[in-house]
């Protein structure tokens, strides 16, 4: 009998060209760059094409690259109608967008890589779209004169060009870029397991969602703004989080599966929340942030000695998304809007090298029942 690993932990399921992720090290490779070189300082653009091309694009096809994702962002009048239909029936934010991603294959046989672009592109108009529905506002037109980022934030909130500051586009496009792929994660492993069927892009990609909806896959930063806001001031921040651990309550934005020491992408955020906060956003909620962080690893390490429970992702992501004020509902589906290159760059890149999916299972169930007649 082989041996059994729950969860397919521990299997290395195929080889990739796109992510390195060193949980001993604590380590994130992406495309060859460290997530700390190269997230605070490209373009979300550069690393789409990045992920796609195997390296970075030159002045002109990067000019090329973004103009062609900026031409595809209007969302098909069929996407458009459901975001209406699902927002009158305050549909969360997840399930609309599950579904909404579905509809964009309507009416297009597109060879993969047009899928992958047209998937970047419409994401930001889908979430922006949505949220603003759901809000009694009507959606905006997507405008192809701004940048990736910059059209996600005006998606969203509604604000011009001359009304965004570069301070909320590079803290935005950090996170971006920082998520934007992370090894074979749940839903980047649903979406390779559904493209090895050979199909398309667009049922894989509504697959990775449908993944990423669940709590245990990207519902963390929520939690982790409302330890914040329940600690509420900093002299309450021990009493709190005493409490917690002692009823046995995991601390959300601390520990990872994966990382055994501190999470590499929750330096990168925590450099972006800093230079965010130094001038916008509430400093005062950033500095109980802070002591909020410190008192739990100084009470992880009393409760839990021996174990690495560093801050992660999660708290850093909860830090500077709300102050970049998006609203807690739409975490999720910002992170998604992340992750879209990744989730696309493993499905092209399973479509070129891998072999169909199909491990195999150890049947613990019963044998030889006799079948009583009725």
């Known amino acids: 009998m082989s041996a059994r690993h729950e969860g397919l932990e521990g299997v290395t399921a195929t080889t990739t060209r796109l ?47 973004r103009t062609d994702l900026a031409s595809r962002r209007r969302l098909p009048s069929t996407t458009s109608y459901l975001l209406r239909e699902v927002a009158a029936r305050w549909t969360p934010v997840m399930d609309a967008l599950r579904m909404a991603v579905a509809t964009l294959s309507l009416g297009q046989q597109a060879a993969p890589e047009e899928q992958a672009c047209t998937l970047v592109a419409a994401f930001p108009t889908m979430v922006g779209a949505y949220w603003r529905l759901r809000n009694g506002q009507q959606p905006l037109e ?8 910059e059209h996600c934030i005006h998606q969203i909130f509604g604000l011009e060009a001359d009304g965004i500051r570069t301070e909320r586009v590079r803290g935005l496009e950090t ?10 994660n749940a839903s980047t492993f649903a979406a390779r397991v559904i493209v090895s069927t050979r199909s398309d892009l667009i049922s894989a990609i509504t697959g990775a969602v449908g993944a990423l909806k669940g709590p245990l896959h990207g519902g963390a930063p929520g939690p982790a ?38 999470d590499p992408r929750a330096d990168v955020l925590a450099a972006a929340a800093k230079q ?40 850093y992501t909860a830090l500077l998304l709300h102050g970049l004020d998006v609203p807690k509902e739409l975490f999720t589906a910002i992170f998604a809007i992340g992750r879209v290159p990744g989730w696309t760059a493993h499905c092209l890149e399973q479509l070129r090298d891998g072999r169909l999916i199909r491990p195999h ?12 007649p009725l």
């Open 175 to 184: 996170y971006l870029n920082t998520v934007c792929d992370h090894g074979l």
């Open 276 to 315: 965010f906060y130094a001038s916008e956003g509430d400093r005062q909620f950033y500095a109980l942030a802070q002591q909020v962080e410190k008192a739990a690893l100084r009470l992880l390490a009393e409760y839990k000695p021996g174990r690495r429970l560093d801050t992660n992702v999660e708290f």
């Open 19 to 65: 992510s390195l992720v060193d949980g001993t090290a604590g380590r994130l490779i992406l495309a060859g760059y460290a997530v700390e070189e190269i997230a605070p300082r490209a373009k979300f653009e550069e690393m789409a094409y990045l992920l796609w091309n195997g390296r970075l694009p030159g002045r002109e096809e990067f000019k090329a690259f």
């Open 225 to 262: 703004l409302d330890m914040v806001f329940e600690i509420g001031a900093a002299e309450r921040a021990d009493e709190v989080i005493r409490a917690k651990l002692q009823r046995g309550e995991r601390l959300m934005g601390f520990g990872h599966r994966v990382y055994r020491t501190r």
């Open 361 to 372: 299972a150890e049947y613990i169930g019963p044998v030889g029942l006799p079948f009583p």
């Open 142 to 149: 997507p405008r192809e004169d701004l940048s990736h980022a």
